[in-house]
C-alpha cells in the first residue's frame, strides 16, 4: 500500500507521510505529542558537538590560510591540482573515514562531511580534493583491496600523490 503526496499535504508532513507508506512510526513533528509549527521534532539536536564545532573551525582557519586569498582566481577546468591535494593529505584531511590500520583518519561519516563542506565554502575545487581524497575509489581500495593493493595504492593515494578512479561495465 503506498500514500500519495499532493499539494494538500503540508510540506511539514511529509515525513509523516513517507514513513506511513514504509510502516515506520512517525517523525513528524506533530507526533508524539509536538504541536503544529513546531521548529523540530522532540528530542532532535542539530547543534554540533563541540568537537566537531572545534574541527569545523580549525578546518576553516586553515582553508582561510591556504585557500581563501586564491580561492576564485583558479579557472576550474576539471583538474584537481597536485598542490592542493598533497597540501590536504598532509594536513590529515585524506582518508578520515578510512580505518587507522589501512592508514586512514579513522572518523566518522559526519567528520568527513563537515571537513569537505568547510573547505568548499572557502575554495570549491579544494572541497571537490577534500572529496577526492575521502570518498568514491579511493575508500573502495580501503574497503575492498586486498593487502598488496592497498600497500601499492593506498598510501599514496592518502599523501595526495595519487588520484583513483574506477571502471564498470
Known amino acids: 500500500?503506498?500514500?500519495e503526496i499532493s499539494s494538500e499535504h503540508n510540506p511539514r508532513d511529509f515525513l509523516a507521510v513517507?514513513?506511513?507508506s514504509y510502516n515506520l512510526p512517525s517523525i513528524s513533528p506533530t507526533a508524539n505529542g509536538g504541536a503544529r509549527g513546531a521548529e523540530e521534532p522532540p528530542g532532535m539536536d542539530f547543534q554540533l558537538s563541540e568537537y566537531h564545532a572545534?574541527?569545523?573551525?580549525?578546518t576553516r582557519?586553515?582553508?582561510r590560510g591556504r585557500f581563501g586569498p586564491t580561492a576564485y582566481t583558479r579557472e576550474d577546468d576539471g583538474v584537481l591540482p597536485r598542490e592542493y591535494l598533497t597540501f590536504l593529505a598532509e594536513q590529515g584531511l585524506a582518508g578520515i573515514t578510512i580505518p587507522v590500520e589501512d592508514g586512514g583518519q579513522g572518523g566518522k561519516l559526519l567528520d568527513a562531511v563537515l571537513?569537505?563542506?568547510t573547505v568548499a565554502q572557502v575554495?570549491?575545487?579544494a572541497g571537490d580534493c577534500v572529496q577526492a581524497l575521502n570518498f568514491g575509489a579511493i575508500q573502495q581500495v580501503a574497503k575492498n583491496g586486498s593487502?598488496?593493493?592497498k600497500a601499492k595504492h593506498l598510501a599514496p593515494g592518502l599523501r595526495g600523490e595519487r588520484l583513483f578512479s574506477i571502471g564498470m561495465t
Open 54 to 58: 572545534d574541527l569545523v573551525a580549525a
Open 61 to 63: 582557519e586553515l582553508a
Open 115 to 117: 571537513v569537505i563542506e
Open 123 to 125: 575554495c570549491p575545487i
Open 147 to 149: 593487502a598488496a593493493q
Open 18 to 20: 513517507a514513513a506511513a
Open 1 to 3: 500500500e503506498s500514500v
